[in-house]
């Protein structure tokens, strides 16, 4: 069974710049869960999406971050204007866990390495 | 809201000792428990999980917890500690309460050193 596949695994900007991570979760799963991980701490949840819905935006800096995940598959995340504090791995993670299936375990991709210049 | 806290930034330990590594929650119901591995450089990789039953749950590579909802506590263990079983952990906690999202939070995780 094909992992969370996340890409790139390394992206280096000055601080302005925009950029874009990409996900493509395991098949089937119709949770999708973006995290930003700062170095030295646990991940913190940015954006669940349920199928092709947000069901939890709440910490996520909705002035400079966006998300989507169009046709409930893959999904995108955009930084634009970065600023130095969000240097830090972007991680992905799918799971079953929709109704009825909370009890089911998120499966990680390698994240994404962002370093903001 | 929820929330999970790991008390200990570090934890050493000599090879073939037994380890502990902490975990507390905060949940307003029954809480669905997970413990993760993290390598350098690596996404998170599961080891286990506690979602009702035996209180004890046994995971990979010789891992286990203890849940105790009296102490709000979710306790990884490992009977003898292995030189490669060195990385990061992460204990989190989903509320399955009904409304809930599913939102998956995790404590700030302890580093495991295991010395030879």
């Known amino acids: 069974e094909a992992g969370v596949a996340q890409s790139p695994r390394y992206k280096i900007i000055e601080k302005r710049q925009s950029v874009a991570f990409w996900c493509n979760p395991i098949?089937?799963?119709?949770?999708l869960y973006w995290y930003q991980q700062i170095l030295g701490q646990g991940p913190k949840l940015l954006i669940q999406f349920q199928n092709n819905g947000v069901v939890d935006d709440s910490q996520l800096p909705k002035d400079r971050f966006s998300a989507e995940r169009l046709k409930g598959v893959d999904s995108t995340l955009k930084i634009q204007p970065a600023k130095l504090e969000d240097s830090a791995v972007y991680l992905c993670?799918?799971?079953?866990?929709?109704?009825?299936?909370?009890?089911?375990?998120?499966?990680f991709g390698q994240g994404t390495r962002l370093t903001v210049v | 809201a929820q929330s999970v806290a790991q008390p200990e930034d570090q934890v050493n330990v000599a090879e073939g000792n037994p380890l502990t590594v902490k975990c507390t929650y905060s949940?307003?119901?029954?809480?669905?428990l997970f413990w993760y591995v993290q390598y350098p450089n690596r996404g998170l990789q599961f080891l286990l999980k506690?979602?009702?039953?035996?209180?004890l749950v046994k995971g990979s590579y010789g891992f286990e917890a203890e849940f105790n909802k009296s102490q709000t506590s979710f306790h990884l263990k490992k009977p003898s500690a292995l030189v490669s079983d060195s990385a990061l952990y992460f204990c989190?906690?989903?509320?399955?309460?009904?409304?809930?999202?599913?939102?998956?939070?995790f404590g700030q995780g302890t580093t495991l050193q295991v010395k030879p």
């Open positions: 098949s089937g799963h119709a949770t």
């Open positions: 949940v307003s119901g029954n809480p669905y």
């Open positions: 989190a906690v989903r509320d399955p309460g009904s409304g809930n999202t599913g939102k998956l939070i």
């Open positions: 506690y979602i009702t039953g035996d209180n």
């Open positions: 993670a799918s799971s079953l866990a929709a109704s009825g299936f909370l009890n089911t375990e998120a499966f």
